[in-house]
């Protein structure tokens, strides 16, 4: 079983940065793609960025140029790096991980921006 944990969401100004971080349990976390998706009150849960096990990335277009997703395999752990934060990216950012055969989910973690 695959536990995916979130972490480094919080409270920041615009303009600000936050490094979210994603932690996964399990041997094969390194052979499967890796996304981040952020749910805003009201909201569809909607694609931010998402990264494969060779490191090749793709962003929404809200987000380009602004946020980077990167993986470290060694350590289980695939982050998204936010610069220039706006309040219209405030939302729940939740971990994603597609295996051949099974989706999994983190629990999620808030991130405020403030104008």
């Known amino acids: 079983q695959v536990q995916l944990v979130e972490s480094g969401g919080g409270l920041v100004q615009a303009g600000g940065s936050l490094r979210l971080s994603c932690a996964a349990s399990?041997?094969?976390?390194?052979?499967?793609?890796v996304g981040w998706y952020r749910q805003a009150p009201g909201n569809q849960r909607e694609l931010v960025a998402t990264?494969?096990?060779?490191?090749?990335?793709n962003y929404a277009d809200p987000v380009k140029g602004r946020f980077t997703i990167s993986r470290d395999n060694a350590k289980n752990t695939v982050y998204l790096q936010m610069n220039s934060l706006k309040p219209e990216d405030t939302a729940v950012y939740y971990c994603?991980?597609?295996?051949?055969?099974?989706?999994?989910w983190g629990q999620g973690t808030q991130v405020t921006v403030s104008s």
């Open positions: 994603r991980m597609d295996t051949t055969k099974y989706t999994f």
């Open positions: 399990g041997s094969s976390f390194g052979i499967h793609v």
């Open positions: 990264i494969t096990s060779g490191g090749r990335s």
